[in-house]
């Protein structure tokens, strides 16, 4: 009898654990705002370490390491030249480029800053946010644009990676 009890309790562990699934979410937030005195768009945009560590050691070098007492220098490098390729900005039917100007760790996060300068007006801005959907076809990118007072957010997906938000002055 004792046999039968642990092939069931078996058999019923096994069962109970084919529906309990871990399953990731894959997401980065990034912000932008409209600074009308510096004619600027300061963006922010949050990514989890872990995610994008993985994607650089695939795609630049193995021995990436995000890990903030290590003060890797490639990694600042490796990020601005993901971003470049990966995110992009339209703004009011141009094109922009944008510049990034360092990043910072916060918890499991990293913080990368970016500004695009020589912004007269924000009428229009379109995102193309591809950012980890090379690694992760579940990703989601979060967008927040605040141009004043108005707040608008888009989420890109891999099969809608580009958005647009119009402003009313």
Known sequence: MNKAIIVFLFILSTCLSSF?????????VTQVEYNKEQKSLQIISRIFIDDIEDLLK?????SIDLDESKKDPEVQKYLSAYLGQKL????????????????????DL????????????????????QVLMDLFDE?????HVKKGDQRKSLILEKERDIGMLKFSE
């Open 20 to 28: 309990t699934v871990v399953h990731k979410f894959y997401v980065s």
């Open 58 to 62: 695939e795609r630049y070098s193995e």
């Open 88 to 107: 992009s900005f339209v703004v009011n039917g141009k094109k922009v480029p944008f510049t990034f100007i360092g990043k910072e760790y916060e918890e």
């Open 110 to 129: 990293v913080i990368c800053y970016l500004e695009i300068e020589d912004i007269s007006s924000l009428d229009t801005i379109e995102v193309t946010n």
């Open 139 to 143: 990703q989601q990118n979060i967008i």
